[in-house]
């Protein structure tokens, strides 16, 4: 017999015993003495068992309005490598409130993608994501931005885009032309699940109300079945900046309704 067929008996060349270890009859276990004491153990009741339901999906909400200016961001990862590069919240730029993120790039970086900016363990497996912020960019930045799952080898990408040169590119496709120095609003919607969509929709619109994107586009992997990282990432090669404000990254079990 094994413990895999639940028989624990101590064999008779077990290192146990050498050690000192005496076995006992774990059939003696439990209440023991005289019959009134026996029948008051047997008399009680307990309630059926009750687990705790699931905690709802991960909910990253990020203004930068409680990290002082000038300190990164304590809720997300950043990746600088200290060379002019920087990621710091700032009181200078906002799109609402009183600060925003900067992300600032520089010359003779050793690699390409930093400074690179992501939240990461949300986990989210089922359920409609939405993702919004607010974005501002100087003339030369370039931005990469994605959503990935990483619990796989490799990882799969899901909604993404590139902005360079006032370009905002989507599959490589150009989707629209966005202005620099100004604050423009992304949403991004994707559904998850055993059958994930094999689309995603994405809107973008400037402060003043003008919307420049509102599409649906295919997914350029394989349907995206899970979210396990969303980040941005800064491509230039010189000491340009972009901003970030008004980060939500959420999951909702019931399909999100776009409004008209």
Same mark, same amino acid.
């Given at each position: 017999?094994?413990? %895999?067929?639940?028989?624990?008996?101590?064999?008779?060349?077990?290192?146990?015993?050498?050690?000192?270890?005496?076995?006992?009859?774990?059939?003696?276990?439990?209440?023991?003495?005289?019959?009134?004491?026996?029948?008051?153990?047997?008399?009680?009741?307990?309630?059926?068992?009750?687990?705790?339901p699931?905690?709802?999906?991960?909910?990253?909400?990020?203004?930068?309005?409680?990290?002082?200016?000038?300190?990164?961001?304590a809720?997300a %990862?950043?990746?600088?490598?200290?060379k002019?590069?920087?990621?710091?919240?700032?009181?200078?730029?906002?799109?609402?409130?009183?600060?925003?993120?900067?992300?600032?790039?520089?010359?003779?970086?050793?690699?390409?993608?930093?400074?690179?900016?992501?939240?990461?363990?949300?986990?989210?497996?089922?359920?409609?994501?939405?993702?919004?912020?607010?974005?501002?960019?100087?003339?030369?930045?370039?931005?990469?931005?994605?959503?990935?799952?990483?619990?796989?080898?490799?990882?799969?990408?899901?909604?993404?885009?590139?902005?360079?040169?006032?370009?905002?590119?989507?599959?490589?496709?150009?989707?629209?032309?966005?202005?620099?120095?100004?604050?423009?609003?992304?949403?991004?919607?994707?559904?998850?699940?055993?059958?994930?969509?094999?689309?995603?929709?994405?809107?973008?619109?400037?402060?003043?109300?003008?919307?420049?994107?509102?599409?649906?586009?295919? =997914?350029?992997?394989?349907?995206?079945?899970?979210?396990?990282?969303?980040?941005?990432?800064?491509?230039?090669?010189?000491?340009? %900046?972009f901003?970030?404000?008004?980060?939500?990254?959420? =999951?909702?079990?019931?399909?999100?309704?776009?409004?008209?």
């Amino acid at each position: 017999m094994t413990p %895999s067929q639940d028989d624990f008996t101590v064999l008779p060349d077990s290192p146990a015993l050498r050690l000192g270890f005496r076995p006992f009859d774990p059939s003696q276990a439990g209440v023991y003495g005289d019959v009134d004491w026996l029948r008051k153990a047997n008399d009680v009741s307990y309630p059926p068992l009750r687990i705790a339901p699931e905690p709802p999906p991960l909910t990253i909400r990020d203004d930068f309005e409680q990290t002082p200016a000038g300190q990164a961001p304590a809720g997300a %990862s950043v990746r600088v490598e200290g060379k002019g590069d920087a990621i710091a919240v700032t009181d200078q730029l906002t799109a609402g409130g009183r600060q925003s993120l900067q992300l600032t790039d520089a010359r003779g970086l050793q690699q390409v993608y930093n400074p690179h900016y992501f939240y990461e363990g949300m986990n989210y497996s089922e359920g409609v994501v939405k993702n919004a912020f607010a974005l501002r960019y100087e003339p030369g930045a370039i931005i990469q931005f994605e959503w990935r799952d990483w619990s796989k080898s490799p990882y799969v990408t899901g909604p993404q885009f590139a902005l360079r040169d006032g370009k905002l590119t989507v599959n490589r496709q150009v989707q629209a032309d966005v202005p620099p120095n100004v604050w423009v609003w992304f949403e991004m919607t994707h559904e998850l699940g055993a059958s994930p969509s094999a689309s995603w929709q994405l809107r973008v619109t400037l402060q003043d109300g003008r919307r420049l994107v509102d599409a649906e586009i295919p =997914c350029a992997d394989k349907p995206l079945s899970k979210v396990t990282w969303v980040g941005f990432t800064s491509l230039a090669v010189e000491p340009v %900046s972009f901003y970030l404000d008004d980060f939500l990254l959420t =999951c909702q079990r019931a399909p999100i309704r776009r409004d008209p």
